[in-house]
């Protein structure tokens, strides 16, 4: 192979990472970037062993979506199914998603509709759709998509570990209408939280003892909390404690939720890579923050770590475990794969 071609395909590789890595992320270079990458993979055999095509594209999608070219995005997202872009739910969805955004809600229902006649017992389906329809205001859609999804977890036992973020996505949902939880949230949240305790008898169950004399087991590390605001937490968190956005806060310079979850994916990493912590997130919901601040007297706008702290100790099973897999949703609640999400190189971090 000439040496010529060789750092070819090394330059576009390296101009994409550092592009994706950039702080702050310039949409611009992405783009480029995202564009150079496909314009050779689709050319050149060396450049396809490096790359793989409809994931690219699908990046490609999502980079011209993030920048309002939406036409661009369809046209591509497309191509990336056609080219055998894989994943859960359809990958016909990611249309779907792309066309919410586009404000097509039509087509994009029909493709749910489709999807849904193909993959009637696909969980992922729901949540993605409910999902969508939430993020465009339109919760009585969102809510009875949703509410299939639950009834299918629950009735399979939840193989894909989906009730948390369901319970979450209604929660969200009956608020916006002014609905109060109903008997299938109940069920879920008991579900839950009995797989939770659960889960935890068997770890209890399977641990090595250690009371061999002269034998000293190695310290377990412990589990750390790092508090979070969800999105549907987060505007309102922002008005209450302006601190926040200010220079070292958690939201500095008023960052989107999508730049404060790549700073706590940062703030994630670092904590795990000390090795002496089992990394953890705690959700924080504003009126829940209020209430226990008020039984002890607290600031609520200084106690957010012994609110997470508390919430470890106390009800664990509300917790939000790090890292997903790379394939499992991300944890941030935007019901992209992990590693598409809070996952990629442009956090610094890989799941």
Known sequence: ??????????????????????????????????????????????????????????????????????DEALRTIR????????????SRCRIAEILMRAGRVGEAEAIWTQVRADTPGDVWLFNNAGLEYAAVGDHVTALAWLTDGMSIALDSGDPERLIPQLIDLRRTSMTQLDMEADDLQARAADFHAERERDSRQRILRTAA?????????????MLVALSWFPAEEYDEALA??????????????????????????VKLAEAA???????????????????????????????????????????????????PG????????????????????????HG
């Not at 956005?245 to 979850?261: F, I, K, L, Q, V």
């Not at 039984?295 to 917790?319: H, I, S, V």
């Open 240 to 265: 209450r404690w302006p601190a926040l956005t200010e220079p070292g806060g958690a939201a500095a310079g008023g960052r989107s939720h999508a730049e404060y979850c790549r700073a706590m994916q």
């Open 326 to 349: 790379r394939n499992e949703p991300c944890w941030c609640g935007s019901a992209r794969k992990y590693k598409k999400c809070c996952g990629t190189p442009r956090t610094g971090v």
């Open 79 to 90: 191509e990336a199914v056609d080219a055998g872009l894989e994943g859960l739910p359809d």
């Open 1 to 70: 192979m000439p040496v010529n071609h060789l750092s070819e395909v090394e330059r576009i590789e390296r101009q994409l990472a550092s592009a994706m890595a950039a702080r702050p992320r310039d949409d611009g270079a992405c783009l480029a970037a995202l564009q150079d990458a496909v314009a050779l993979t689709r050319t050149d055999a060396d450049a396809a062993e490096v790359f793989y095509l409809p994931e690219l594209l699908d990046e490609l999608a999502q980079a011209y979506a993030d920048t309002g070219r939406f």
């Open 273 to 323: 890579d000390s090795g002496m912590a089992r990394v953890s997130i705690a959700p924080i919901r504003v009126d829940a923050l209020l209430s226990w601040c008020a039984e002890r007297g607290e600031n609520p706008g200084e106690a957010r770590a012994g609110y997470a702290a508390d919430l470890a100790r106390t009800r664990p099973e509300q917790l939000i475990s790090w890292p």
């Open 209 to 221: 003892p250690a009371a061999v004399t002269g034998w000293r087991a190695a310290a377990t590390p």
